[in-house]
Structure formats: structure tokens, C-alpha cells
């Protein structure tokens, strides 16, 4: 009677346990980002350019620039009112004249303000509401306050 007690005492832990291990994995599949950034990433891999968008996993696109764009809400340039401060996503798929291959945001145009950047290795952000630009030691939310870029050999506050 001991030894079916002990069984179905170990029965019991293993099914909790599995129970409480599948749980987590279930959830962690379920909120996946990125997918679709991931697979506009693979398919402009090297064509020069860095792409904003509207909408969380790069949806919805706003520009497409190869260069650098000092005012997004102006009528000219690659970038064009209302593209100034709308972006939630961004990707880069690009190296600027010289092996320049970081892109530098700012929060005005000009450019000027709080800023963040998106390395070419980091390949995109698929949602700017958890990243933050920075000026000094003051710092903004980075969703929807995207005004400018340009393209840069160093990186001031990756965006991740």
C-alpha cells in the first residue's frame, strides 16, 4: 500500500509539473512579436534603405528613405506630412554611402530634441511604446515622436 501511495504521490508532482512547464511555453508562444518586421527584414535585406510604419510589426508604412530625411513633415524628401510623428515600428535594411549603416532618430526636425538610434545590426524594431529617446538625462517614449533621421557611423541610445 506504501509503495502505491509513493507512486501516486510522484504521478501527482509530475502532472503538476507539467502542467505549470507547459503553461508558460503555451503563453510565451502566443506572444510572439516581430514576425512580420522579421519577414520585411528578409525580403529588403541590403537594399540601401531604413522604413518607418504606423502600426505595431511593421505595418502600415510611412516612408522608405536610402537617405537622410531632416523633416518628416514637410512636402518633400522621402518622408512627407503626416509621416512626422506617427512611426511605431521601424526597420533597416540598409548601408548608407561609406559603410554608414546606423540610423539615428530624433524626436524634431532639424534635427534636434530627444533621439535613438537603429543599429543596422539590430535589423528592426517592431514597437517603438517600449523603447525611449533620450536628451541628456530627460526621456520621452519613443512611440509617435519621430520627426527626423539621419544616417550615422556611431549610435546615440540603441532602440531595441
Known sequence: MHKIRVLLAAASVTAAAGTLLAGPAQ??????TGTHCDSLYRSYSGDG??????????YEQLGAA??????WNDVSGPFRSPSNDKATSL???GTYAGG???VQFWENAGPGGHTGC???GELYVDDLRDNALVSGSSVINANNKISAHR???GCTNPLT
Not at 49 to 58: E, K, L
Request: glycine share 2%; hydrophobic share 40%.
Open 27 to 32: 503563453a510565451a508562444q502566443d506572444s510572439v
Open 49 to 58: 534603405y531604413v522604413r518607418a510604419y504606423d502600426a505595431v510589426d511593421c
Open 100 to 102: 554608414v549603416n546606423n
Open 118 to 120: 537603429l543599429r543596422w
Open 66 to 71: 536610402q537617405g537622410d530625411d531632416i523633416n
Open 151 to 153: 544616417w550615422s557611423s
Open 91 to 93: 526597420l533597416n535594411t
